[in-house]
């Protein structure tokens, strides 16, 4: 199975950056599509960014400018800079993988099987 940890979540102040990590071991898929998603209390989780094997990238509009998603496929990890951060981007963030994923679907959560154990993210205001 397709096994997925997290790192690097934190507190900073609003308008700091932050870099996640997400180490993923365990699939053999030759077409692979890993994505952020983002949960805030008492909300739905939400795609932020999704990436496949062959670079090509999906940004949650909240997040355009703001959020970089790239995939060290040498190393296997998959990551999510962010900048400018906001208040409003407090939430605990999860990262997921799958195989081919069509790129409308790829910020919506049902269509990914295998989640990492999330990592908080607060941003002070």
């Known amino acids: 199975d397709v096994q997925l940890v997290e790192s690097g979540g934190g507190s900073v102040q609003a308008g700091g950056s932050l870099r996640l990590s997400c180490a993923a071991s365990?699939?053999?898929?030759?077409?692979?599509?890993m994505s952020w998603f983002r949960q805030a209390p008492g909300k739905e989780r939400e795609g932020v960014a999704a990436?496949?094997?062959?670079?090509?990238?999906s940004y949650a509009d909240s997040v355009k400018g703001r959020f970089t998603i790239s995939l060290d496929s040498a190393k296997n990890i998959l990551y999510l800079q962010m900048n400018r951060l906001k208040p409003e981007d407090t939430a605990l963030y999860y990262c997921?993988?799958?195989?081919?994923?069509?790129?409308?679907?790829?910020?919506?959560?049902?269509?990914?099987?295998?989640w990492g154990q999330g990592t908080q993210v607060t941003v002070l205001g």
């Open positions: 997921a993988a799958s195989e081919w994923v069509e790129h409308a679907a790829r910020l919506r959560p049902g269509v990914f099987p295998y």
């Open positions: 365990g699939y053999t898929y030759s077409s692979l599509c």
């Open positions: 990436i496949d094997s062959g670079g090509a990238t």
